[in-house]
């Protein structure tokens, strides 16, 4: 047990040491030879750029929920079409932890609404993360022109 948490503990450290030579490389070189103002604005840009990123993934999850509950609701219709006309099964529908006795009908109703609701919040998710996608491409490239232009 002791080499494992020991063999963990170094992982971590050789991943932390790694993370922060690079990023310390990557970041402050090309800005220490520049003005103090640009180096500013440079940080400012790059805090944006990592909270946009940051949403970001964040909307690449949300769409990615949105299509399993979707899926999830389409897949469950599939399966109580193949149900037999007039059979006496008991179906249930979810209402939070628990589970009620419903209609099948008001079961199609319920899964036809999921999936309406989750296809357009798949889609409004989508054209938002094309808009923080622009505004990432958007933020690096003043990065660089802040940067270049600074060094020149």
Same mark, same amino acid.
């Given at each position: 047990?002791?080499?494992? %948490?020991?063999? #963990? =503990?170094? $992982?971590? /450290?050789?991943?932390? @040491? ?35 990123? %940051?949403?970001? #993934? =964040?909307? $690449?999850? /949300?769409?990615?929920? @949105? ?86």
């Amino acid at each position: 047990m002791r080499q494992i %948490k020991a063999k #963990r =503990d170094n $992982q971590r /450290r050789v991943e932390n @040491a790694t993370k922060t030579a690079t990023s310390a490389a990557a970041e402050s070189a090309p800005i220490r030879s520049l003005d103090p103002s640009v180096v500013k604005e440079v940080q400012d840009l790059q805090a944006q750029l990592r909270t946009t990123a %940051k949403e970001f #993934r =964040d909307v $690449q999850g /949300r769409i990615r929920r @949105a299509q399993l509950a979707k899926r999830t609701s389409e897949l469950t219709k599939n399966q109580l079409k193949e149900l037999p006309d007039g059979s006496y099964s008991k179906l249930y529908r979810p209402v939070g932890k628990m589970f009620m006795l419903a209609s099948e009908s008001e079961i199609n109703a319920h899964l036809d609404e999921t999936i309406e609701k989750e296809g357009k919040n798949e889609t409004s998710l989508s054209s938002k993360m094309e808009y923080l996608e622009k505004m990432m491409k958007s933020q690096q490239q003043n990065i660089q022109e802040l940067t270049k232009s600074a060094s020149e």
